[in-house]
């Protein structure tokens, strides 16, 4: 048996007591839904759960609280988020689920990125699965934390930047707004150069301005929050972009020897990026070098995922492919 949560081998039960711990308290709460997948059920409550929660992403999303030991809609008082797969006109929806789950795990397990605690869960026909992630902003008391997505800290929006406001613009300028808005910038940089590096090596191409965010903690200051809606688009959208901002890595249209000899983000390129927005040589080459010898972990990972089997084979070419670039050197660093 697999551990809903960490994907680790378990005796019994579908969750390990360190994944109870984080996601209910180290309570026992059924990961089986009573009610079916909103693509064969549309009941009221689901529906007016889809107004009653904002966050960005495509994906249809619904609030869930505790209930005992169930988990069940709510259109007040939500503790998680409940993502079905989503519908339209992509491939492998149905594995959208398992793709986030597994794409957080790695994220988490493989190079400690911060990530919202999350599972698998099915609904009522024991077959389909939905991602479940437990709410970071959502203190203890029920209140919520001030959070404000990196298009808010740029202050843009479709009003006056049109309908690609969180795209048009570069990661470097992000970590600028990290600079400017964290008090503690330094530690979280590297946390923010991990995590664009990751998305790229993971394939995910919808790492926009949105997806990045930073909270007020109680001591009144800003940290960046934990990472979410992590995912393999390539899976789902073969054409997807390798880096989802527009402008790329850097501002000023700037590029590195190696991009323009070979039209893509290889050692070079991230290296570069690192000592830009102001990590040390010695830290960027350190966190680049952890990211080339992540393979073993990484398949681990995808093998006791809940992929179906062609698709875990496809994840895995992917991520490959994607190891193989940062692997090479225009400048022979390495």
Same mark, same amino acid.
């Given at each position: 048996?697999?551990?809903? +949560? ?21 309570? &026992? ?9 909103? !693509? ?13 929660? @904002? ?21 007040? +008082? ?28 790695? %994220? ?15 609904? &009522? ?26 298009? #808010? ?16 613009? @570069?990661?470097?300028?992000? %970590?600028?707004?990290? #600079? ?26 919808? !790492? ?11 001591? +009144? ?5 934990? !990472? ?19 402008? +790329? ?16 983000? %290889? ?15 010695? &830290?960027?080459?350190?966190?680049? %070098?952890?990211?080339?010898? @992540? #393979? ?39």
């Amino acid at each position: 048996m697999i551990c809903n +949560g960490c994907l680790k081998d378990l005796p019994s039960h579908n969750l390990c007591l360190k994944c109870r711990r984080e996601l209910f308290d180290k309570d &026992r709460v059924s990961l089986d839904l009573d009610f079916d997948s909103p !693509a064969t059920e549309w009941n009221e409550l689901l529906i007016e759960n889809i107004s009653h929660i @904002s966050i960005s992403g495509v994906q249809i999303k619904y609030s869930i609280k505790r209930l005992s030991d169930k988990l069940v809609l709510t259109d007040w +008082g939500g503790q998680y988020i409940l993502k079905p797969s989503p519908i339209g006109p992509f491939k492998n929806l149905e594995q959208a689920p398992a793709n986030e789950h597994l794409t957080m795990q790695i %994220a988490r397990q493989v190079f400690d990125i911060n990530t919202a605690a999350c599972a698998v869960v099915h609904f &009522r026909d024991k077959r389909t699965l939905a991602y479940l992630t437990k709410r970071f902003d959502v203190k203890m008391d029920g209140s919520h934390y001030q959070q404000e997505d990196f298009a #808010q800290l740029a202050q843009l929006n479709e009003l006056n930047a049109g309908k690609n406001f969180k795209y048009d613009f @570069s990661y470097e300028e992000a %970590a600028e707004l990290i #600079q400017q808005h964290v008090a503690t910038y330094q530690a979280e940089l590297e946390q923010f150069f991990k995590l664009v590096l990751f998305n790229y090596l993971i394939g995910n191409g919808d !790492a926009h301005l949105k997806n990045f965010s930073v909270y007020r903690t109680e001591y +009144g200051d800003y940290r960046l929050t934990p !990472a979410y809606d992590l995912m393999n688009t390539k899976i789902h959208v073969p054409l997807d972009s390798d880096l989802a901002l527009t402008k +790329g890595l850097f501002k000023d249209d700037y590029e590195t020897e190696s991009f323009k000899s070979n039209a893509f983000f %290889a050692y070079d390129d991230f290296y570069e990026f690192g000592i830009r927005i102001g990590i040390s040589k010695k &830290r960027t080459t350190g966190i680049i %070098a952890k990211f080339l010898g @992540s #393979q073993p972990k990484v398949e681990g990972l995808i093998k006791n995922s809940f992929l179906s089997e062609e698709t875990k084979e496809l994840y895995l070419s992917l991520y490959k492919d994607k190891l193989k670039a940062i692997s090479y050197s225009f400048l022979k660093r390495t």
